[in-house]
């Protein structure tokens, strides 16, 4: 059971997106992004929703 609960929080803490804290634009699609929404970095370093990023599997 504490195995799991682990193997869970890992995979978490290791995830690179987060979510947006402010309200921002995405440099990818140019639609607002807004707080409390899913984001990553692209590989220029710039903040885009998940589902913009390059390589992303999430349909938008």
Do not use: Q, R
């Not at 799991?4 to 992004?33: G, H, Q, R, W």
């Amino acid at each position: 059971m504490i195995f799991v609960f682990l193997m869970v929080y890992l995979s978490v803490c290791n995830s690179n997106d987060v979510k947006a804290k402010f309200k921002t634009t995405c440099s990818e699609c140019n639609a607002p992004i807004k707080s409390g929404a899913e984001i990553l970095k692209n590989p220029e370093g710039k903040w885009v929703h998940k589902h913009c990023a390059p390589n992303s599997e999430e349909l938008p």
